[in-house]
């Protein structure tokens, strides 16, 4: 089930546009029209955006009187950083390893070339 919201959330972020409004709404809340307002596209392309992160989770819209503002939904990221995090640390430790590798040849290069040197 996380593996299916995090392939949403992931899928819904892929979009240049879409990182941009999460940016926006990271600063605070706004109403489809204030999002849409640096765009060079319609309210209703936007509203489609919109759409997509609040399927994925990302966003959700309240009713404040008139306005239906947009809200970032931060758990969200938690999943996200969660995911990420396992497989840095993953990595992390395997270049732990490489370099614990590349030392050990490493010391064993010099220790050749010393007694290369003291044979001569």
């Not at 240049?16 to 926006?24: H, K, L, N, S, W």
């Not at 008139?66 to 993953?90: G, N, S």
């Amino acid at each position: 089930m996380a593996d299916d919201r995090l392939s949403r959330v992931f899928a819904a972020l892929a979009d240049p546009t879409r990182r941009d409004i999460v940016a926006r709404l990271s600063l605070g809340d706004a109403t489809v029209g204030e999002l849409a307002e640096p765009y060079d596209v319609s309210v209703q392309a936007v509203s489609k955006h919109l759409r997509v992160l609040e399927g994925a989770g990302l966003v959700s819209r309240s009713r404040d009187a008139q306005r239906r503002p947009c809200h970032l939904e931060a758990e969200v990221f938690d999943l996200m950083t969660k995911w990420i995090e396992r497989y840095r640390r993953q990595a992390e430790e395997r270049f732990h390893r490489l370099d614990a590798v590349l030392a050990d040849m490493d010391e064993n290069q010099d220790s050749d070339h010393q007694q290369r040197g003291a044979a001569s």
